[in-house]
């Protein structure tokens, strides 16, 4: 068995489709994996809030302990009177793209039996913590970074940094933005693969802040090109399917770049055994 090579280049529109395609897999695993972060957020501020932990019995009897939550029934504030009442799902949208199902907690006032409203400080103000994470951010340099520097923002707003070792914790074991990529094996094995080197401008932080045109103290930002590793896969049945069967972000298209990347499709199941039977590739590769 012998697979066919073939020099070829993806076009401007084409490209546009995969880095729109890449962008889309990358903000599903994002979101995925800030979602059971979110509910963490917004059960340390509920222990902010009421002034103890999880299992910590509420103080009865004792002097009030007044909050700005408030029962929306009977209008208690004292957190002494509120207990924790499981949770309930809703959708968020955020600055990454709509999350679903995300488990906030709830709080039921003792005095009446009725919910408390509640404001968490991660979703009502996310707007203006998220704001200025774009995609291309994301694709250039660490998500963890940027949501460290989120809960940096949010135990500032809180005025506390109670949770915050355990969120950081939380955000350290998140993979890495490649790992959060697909690495399942491939089972419907396309005919052709079509391997290609995008070339994007990223815009990055860096640690040096200057002040902008209002005089606010920001990050300086820096433009830095990258490489998406693309391998397309192609299916010559006649359903025109073709999907992105992995990409990975490189400082450049060098043999050294390239050669894990094929491995690891390799690895996957990505073998003429398996049905693939023609490699497309752009001329400058070796
Ligand atoms: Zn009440
Ligand atoms: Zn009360």
Not at 23 to 34: C, K, M, N, T
Not at 65 to 84: L, V
Not at 159 to 167: E, K, N, Q
Not at 182 to 207: H, K, M, N
Request: proline share 2%; aromatic share 6%.
């Amino acid at each position: 068995m012998s697979i066919q090579f073939v020099a070829g280049k993806l076009k401007g529109e084409e490209r546009k489709a995969i880095i729109q395609g890449v962008q889309r897999q990358l903000q599903e695993a994002v979101l995925g994996a800030i979602k059971p972060l979110l509910t963490e957020f917004c059960e340390a501020e509920l222990t902010v809030k009421l002034g103890r932990g999880k299992r910590e019995p509420r103080r009865v009897g004792g002097q009030a302990r007044e909050i700005e939550w408030q029962c929306g029934h009977c209008g208690c504030r004292d957190a002494n009177h509120f207990t924790r009442d499981g949770h309930y799902r809703r959708a968020l949208e955020t600055g990454w793209g709509h999350i679903e199902g995300l488990q906030v907690p709830m709080v039921e006032c003792q005095c009446c039996g009725h919910d408390v409203v509640c404001t968490y400080t991660i979703l009502e103000k996310h707007r203006r913590f998220w704001l200025d994470l774009a995609q291309q951010v994301l694709i250039g340099s660490g998500l963890c970074q940027s949501l460290r520097h989120l809960s940096e923002q949010w135990s500032a707003v809180l005025g506390s940094s109670v949770g915050l070792r355990t969120i950081n914790e939380r955000i350290n074991q998140i993979a890495p933005l490649r790992k959060l990529a697909r690495s399942e094996s491939i089972t419907d094995v396309p005919a052709v693969v079509q391997f290609d080197g995008i070339w994007l401008r990223v815009q990055t932080q860096t640690e040096t802040v200057k002040l902008d045109k209002r005089g606010r103290k920001r990050k300086k930002r820096k433009g830095k090109k990258v490489v998406l590793l693309v391998a397309l896969g192609l299916w010559t049945d006649g359903s025109g399917k073709r999907e992105i069967l992995d990409w990975q972000v490189a400082d450049g298209e060098s043999k050294a770049a390239w050669e894990p990347f094929v491995h690891r499709l390799w690895e996957r199941g990505l073998r003429p055994e398996a049905g693939l039977q023609a490699v497309i590739r752009d001329g400058c590769g070796e």
